[in-house]
């Protein structure tokens, strides 16, 4: 399911955005567009302009998609994107909801997601630290952690900004789940990892 989405979104930008885009802008534009976007995020999160955070937020999430359509349609893959691809998405969604806790009546399942966020974050530099053979193929469950990660920030800023009942607690389950699958995602890889430092000794 998740290929079949990826592919809609490919073709999306390549009937529309991709035919007026020069070829010497590249997917790392993109990723040093969504870096400079996250203090901007940040900065009306803090003077809670929580609307205006989330109008930046989706466009944020836009370019995303955008620098991974573009690498894969055009073949415009680069070690540096792969290092900045990875790290601006995951500090664009832990720095805004680390902030957004602040705000949020129920900061300690932002915590837990932050949490686990960090813990795969550590486990990937770690593996790339012990030079494993091969990396662990778990994007079954990282798809649809991103996802409802994008989700449950979209809910929590516009709680937030709205003060909705409903709305909050749609956030509150968004973030469980998202917290839910990082847990497995988490387990998973490090089940992966031991598994294949097992078999190459």
């Known amino acids: 399911m998740s290929n079949i989405i990826q592919e809609t979104i490919d073709q999306f930008w390549k009937k529309s955005l991709f035919r007026i885009l020069p070829k010497k802008v590249t997917p790392n534009y993109f990723t040093a567009l969504r870096l400079i976007l996250i203090p901007v995020i940040l900065y009306f999160i803090a003077m809670q302009y929580f609307w205006w955070a989330l109008i930046f937020f989706i466009i944020s ?6 620098d991974g359509s573009l690498a894969r349609v055009r073949k415009q893959t680069s070690p540096l994107g792969k290092l900045l691809d990875p790290i601006a998405d995951k500090l664009l969604i832990i720095l805004i909801l680390i902030l957004a806790a602040f705000f949020y009546i129920h900061s300690a ?39 409802f990660e994008i989700i449950s920030v979209v809910l929590v800023l516009v709680f937030l900004a709205s003060t909705n009942y409903w709305i909050g607690l749609a956030s509150f389950i968004a973030l469980a ?5 990082s847990l497995l995602v988490l387990a998973t890889y490090w089940i992966v990892t031991v598994t294949v430092e097992v078999r190459h000794k």
């Open 61 to 66: 999430a836009v370019t995303d998609t955008i």
């Open 177 to 181: 789940i998202t917290a839910i699958l």
């Open 109 to 147: 399942i932002i915590f837990l997601v932050v949490l686990f966020d960090l813990l795969a974050l550590l486990s990937g530099l770690l593996f790339i630290i012990l030079k494993s053979p091969e990396a662990p193929n778990v994007n079954w469950g990282g798809k649809s952690k991103a996802l």
